[in-house]
Each structure stands twice: as structure tokens, then as C-alpha cells.
């Protein structure tokens, strides 16, 4: 069964503090890993990574994927208290003629002041 | 530009009704994924839809269905409803399918909170 998991569940930082959010799976035919940040209301598309080692960033975001390892992290430097979110990871697999995501249980990150 | 709009926002219903959800895209956009949303599951796929083709499918029962119309819209519908449908339904557009990694990103809509009593 192809599953996703997200470590660690939750997280306390102060603000200033950087992050590391980690992201695994066990999937067939893996396609692509997508971040997404999920305040209050709809999660918002972060990333989507394709190939290992190249490291997608934006402002004080960034991720990398490891395809030997199975793997991905998302690194969120100098958080702030806007950081504060659920982090989800979804992977893209192929199954049975069609791609389906399959999403992990989300880390739950809060920055306080 | 207007982000991606869904009706209605909140909805109830009972066991074994069917339910219609609608969901609009960002303007161009073609591509319209749905997932479904519970304490329990977390967030879960659903399908795609592109050009009016279900392109993709997660593990859902026949139950759920949808379709996409030639302006983009998006149509899902739940048959038979059940309590463990209780979710919150969220749709998202983006230009290009899953598929086009390369340029692959998307916008979510606020989402249905569908009841089921």
C-alpha cells in the first residue's frame, strides 16, 4: 500500500528559529513530491519536486528530494509567527493507468514570538 | 483575478441523499482536482479533471463521481450519502495537469463543509 509519512507530527520554534520538516514514502512508480501549507482555510501549493538533489526555494522556503532514500525536506529558515501552519506532503504515483496523489498527515508548525 | 470559487461554502444533508458540488476555476485554467478533507483521513484524492476527461483517480468508491464542462467548471457528486462522507470538499485549478510536472502548480478554493446526519 503506498503510503506517506511526516515527521515530526508537530513542532514548537520560536520566531527566528530555523526548520526542518521531513517527508517519506513508499510508493509505486513515484512521479513527483508536492509541499503545501495549510493555515485556517485551503492549503496553499508550496513545491512540486521531481528530480533528487536539485533544491527548489522560495524567500525562506526551500526543499530537496532524495529518490535513492525516499525522501524530502522542507527547510523553512529565520520562521516567523506567519510561518505557523500544517505542513502536507503529497506524493504523485502511478497506479493502474493514472496518476494519484497519496498526502501524509501533515506537521503541525507553530512559531511563537 | 478571481481565485477559485466554490458553492455552496456549507451544506447538510441526510444519509442516502446525493449531493452536487461546484467548483469554478481561476480563469484559463483547465485543469480541476478535487480532495476530500477529515480529522480522521487527513487530505485525500479524489480525481482530475482536464479539458473535460478525468485524467486521474484516487481511491474513492463509485459513489463519488464528477465532470468538467467545456468552460472548465467542475461538477462533483456524491450518490447515497453516507455519515463518513462528512468532510470538508476542497477543488483545485491549475493551467496544466498533474502530468506536466514541469510547470505544474495550482490554487485551492475555499471548499464545501458538507454535513451528513
Known amino acids: 500500500e503506498d503510503k506517506v509519512v511526516q515527521s515530526p507530527l508537530s513542532l514548537v520554534v520560536h520566531e527566528g528559529d530555523t526548520v526542518t520538516l521531513n517527508c517519506s514514502y513508499e510508493?509505486?512508480?513515484?512521479?513527483?513530491l508536492l509541499w503545501y501549507k495549510q493555515e485556517k482555510k485551503a492549503p496553499t501549493f508550496l513545491f512540486m519536486l521531481t528530480s533528487s538533489g536539485i533544491e527548489k526555494k522560495s524567500g525562506r522556503l526551500s526543499s530537496i528530494l532524495d529518490k535513492k532514500e525516499l525522501f524530502s525536506i522542507l527547510n523553512i529558515t529565520a520562521t516567523q509567527t506567519g510561518d505557523s501552519a500544517v505542513y502536507l506532503c503529497?506524493?504523485?504515483?502511478?497506479?493502474?493507468?493514472?496518476?494519484?496523489?497519496?498526502f501524509g498527515k501533515g506537521t503541525k508548525l507553530t512559531v511563537n514570538p | 483575478k478571481a481565485g477559485v470559487t466554490q458553492t455552496p461554502r456549507y451544506l447538510i444533508k441526510t444519509r442516502g441523499q446525493q449531493v452536487t458540488l461546484s467548483c469554478s476555476p481561476i480563469?484559463?485554467?483547465?485543469?480541476v482536482s478535487w480532495y476530500q478533507q477529515t480529522p480522521g483521513q487527513g487530505l485525500q484524492f479524489l480525481f482530475e479533471y482536464f479539458s473535460e476527461t478525468q485524467r486521474n483517480k484516487g481511491n474513492f468508491p463509485g459513489r463519488f463521481s464528477g465532470r468538467q464542462f467545456s468552460n472548465s467548471r467542475s461538477e462533483m457528486n456524491v450518490s447515497t450519502l453516507e455519515l463518513g462522507d462528512s468532510a470538508l470538499y476542497l477543488c483545485a485549478s491549475s493551467l496544466v495537469p498533474l502530468a506536466v510536472r514541469s510547470s505544474y502548480e495550482q490554487y485551492f478554493g475555499p471548499g464545501t463543509r458538507l454535513t451528513v446526519t
Open positions: 480563469s484559463g485554467h483547465r485543469s
Open positions: 503529497a506524493v504523485e504515483c502511478r497506479q493502474g493507468g493514472s496518476e494519484k496523489l497519496v
Open positions: 510508493v509505486t512508480n513515484f512521479r513527483s
